[in-house]
């Protein structure tokens, strides 16, 4: 009877040591690296959004899988660790530093961007158009549009 319990023991040992099958394969985090081109100057911060789907893209600020605010710097680069699996990047240049994309007349005054840098329309991108399938480490770079 002794000699069972040991062997029991050792067994709920065993398996809380032994990853389920398939999760070697599955990782619980990818990294996504997003650069960010196109500075007209190192003023302010950049503001970037990664989004999920059904977050109401690009205006998911609060509802974003992350939001990371970095320097203006000659080199503008911001690594997320991310689950596997379908994302949009938003990002601006907000020189003031103020917490929002200014606008004039409804006209973006300072450099935005979303990623797979789609073609510039009379509307923000669309998530689709601005997706990303992170489902191993990725780097992508979105350059800054600047209207005015």
Not at 66 to 94: K, R
Not at 135 to 142: A, E, H, K, S
């Amino acid at each position: 009877m002794r000699f069972a319990s040991i062997l029991v023991a050792l067994a709920l040992l065993l398996s809380a040591l032994i990853p389920p099958a398939g999760s070697a394969t599955t990782p619980r985090s990818v990294e996504l690296t997003v650069a960010v081109a196109g500075l007209r100057s190192h003023e302010g911060v950049i503001r970037i959004a990664v989004c999920a789907p059904d977050t109401g893209f690009p205006q998911c600020r609060h509802r974003a899988v992350a939001n990371l605010v970095i320097p203006a710097g000659q080199t503008a680069e911001a690594h997320i660790l991310l689950p596997p699996g379908s994302y949009a990047v938003s990002a601006f240049h907000d020189r003031n530093n103020n917490g929002r994309l200014d606008k004039s007349m409804g006209i973006p005054r300072e450099g935005f961007a979303f990623s797979r840098n789609p073609p510039l329309r009379m509307r923000p991108a669309t998530f689709d158009e601005a997706r990303l399938e992170v489902d191993r480490p990725l780097r992508t770079t979105v350059q800054l549009r600047h209207l005015l």
